[in-house]
């Protein structure tokens, strides 16, 4: 059986029992030392305790199913490997985070840095994925993951430029990052519940305060911390605290890649083609709609974001208002008598709106492509430009894509493709490894079902190229 070559975002099934994950890369004069990891997650994307963290120091879970096998070298080759075995796995343990750690460097650093996903039992290779990265001090190579009663694994390539701390804390590990009298690595612990209060004792009364309590003096907002949205007060309480509350993730999603007080025009690209109907219908678009406002808002506090939806054509929205964002879902995304799929007759429709009828049912990416970099260009912003391009895949006008995305290289603009769980995505996978750009100017991961990943993990994935595409556009003069 050919091993098959996997792009970043991508999935496979696992057919085999058992696995073991294989990080490998050349060794040398002054390359870092590598160390592979597992973290073993609940369906809340969170360890149990700290048990659930197997690495160099607790090579082996308390189930038996996952087990640190140990590094190996030779011949300038080096590997670290973890074994799982899945039919071991406790009913909590939903994912499986493989990740790895730089010591004496950074990911950018290491040469030949690749994943392989081995049968256990046969020993023959399942998957490669060759990975790249930059000063990013601690990686998650990829996840096993439960989906519908069988294991899949996906490739993730996620970089963390706050390093191993930085990733542990992410999924429920506590960090204590005081100095190590010899200059050692935080320790890494699982949080600690504070002891419950005594109960006051019947026979001593309660004594009341000598004086009146001290008022603790005004916060100061610390850097990278949410920013205040024009427009936020008007929304409903319910949605206001969700806003809120993923401004926080996002702020701290840019925090663990160094990019704290970033700044961005963001622009929302949404497929209207026929296939996505079940996805307006169930809602899913229309949270995707909210969550991505939230990164809107923490980029760039002028309370708005451009959006545009595309099948055959593209079709211009009107700009998505933080304050007005309910109006704009109603009249926009959500499906009923003057929704995305069901628009009766012309007749009907509210000036605003668009007439889907006119946009068409086949994805051509290539032409809202085109409609978003003549924006820019006829728009110029002082900040750069993310946009945040959602479809479910049935991609099949690759040149042109391709065409489009590479002249759009020496443009101030990112675009970061997000896979709805079909198929087909083409050459928005293969951009990682397309040579002959100045800079990687694309990034692309697709889930099975984006509903149930976790605002942090989908703002990770979301803005884990944004900043390094910023260092490498500002070397290269592009910002």
Not at 64 to 90: F, N, P
Not at 119 to 125: L, N, V
Not at 249 to 254: D, E, G, H, I, K
Request: proline share 8%.
């Amino acid at each position: 059986m050919t091993a098959r070559a996997m792009s970043k975002g991508s999935n496979l099934p696992v057919d085999a029992p058992a696995v073991r994950v294989e990080l490998a890369w050349a060794a040398g004069p002054g390359v870092p030392d590598i160390d592979a990891s597992a973290l073993l997650l609940t369906e809340a994307g969170r360890v149990r305790d700290d048990g659930d963290f197997v690495f160099y120091n607790q090579p082996r879970h308390a189930s038996g199913a996952v087990t640190h096998l140990g590094k190996r070298s030779a011949a300038g080759a080096a590997t670290d490997t973890v074994e799982v075995d899945l039919r071991s796995l406790e009913p909590a343990v939903e994912r499986i985070v493989l990740c790895a750690s730089a010591d004496g460097g950074t990911f950018g650093q290491v040469p030949g840095l690749v994943l392989r996903l081995l049968d256990a039992g046969t020993g023959t290779e399942v998957a490669r994925f060759d990975m790249a990265a930059g000063t990013e001090t601690a990686f998650i190579g990829g996840e096993l993951y439960r989906r519908q009663g069988a294991w899949k694994f996906r490739a993730v390539g996620q970089g963390y430029a706050s390093g191993l701390a930085g990733l542990a804390t992410d999924f429920g590990i506590t960090v204590d990052d005081a100095p190590l009298p010899d200059g050692g690595s935080p320790a890494v612990t699982a949080p600690v519940p504070p002891p419950a209060p005594a109960p006051p004792s019947p026979s001593v009364p309660p004594v009341p305060p000598a004086g009146p309590t001290a008022t603790a003096p005004p916060s100061v907002p610390r850097a990278g911390a949410p920013r205040l949205t024009k427009g936020e007060e008007r929304l409903p309480v319910d949605m206001r605290k969700r806003l809120s509350l993923r401004k926080e993730q996002v702020a701290v999603s840019l925090r663990k890649h160094g990019a704290t007080g970033v700044t961005a025009r963001v622009v929302l690209v949404l497929d209207a083609s026929g296939s996505m109907a079940p996805l307006y219908t169930k809602g899913v678009v229309n949270d995707v709609v909210e969550r991505m406002a939230a990164v809107a808002a923490q980029l760039d506090d002028d309370g708005e974001m451009q959006a545009w939806t595309f099948a055959t054509n593209p079709a211009r929205l009107p700009d998505l208002q933080i304050g007005e964002l309910p109006e704009w879902l109603r009249l926009h995304v959500r499906v009923g008598e003057l929704g995305l799929f069901r628009r009766k007759r012309k007749k009907g429709l509210d000036p605003r709106q668009v007439d889907m009828r006119e946009v068409g049912f086949q994805n051509e990416e290539q032409k809202v492509i085109a409609e978003v970099r003549a924006y820019v260009r006829e728009n110029p912003a002082s900040v750069p430009t993310l946009v945040l391009f959602f479809s479910d895949g049935g991609v099949y006008r690759n040149a042109e894509i391709e065409q489009q995305l590479r002249e759009a290289v020496e443009e101030p603009v990112f675009w970061q493709f997000v896979g709805l769980g079909r198929s087909n995505y083409g050459v928005l996978e293969r951009f990682d490894t397309l040579p002959g750009r100045r800079v990687d100017n694309v990034g692309f991961f697709a889930v099975d079902d984006i509903g149930t990943v976790p605002d942090p993990e989908l703002y990770d994935r979301l803005l884990s190229e944004f900043p390094m595409w910023i260092t490498a556009a500002r070397r290269a003069g592009i910002l």
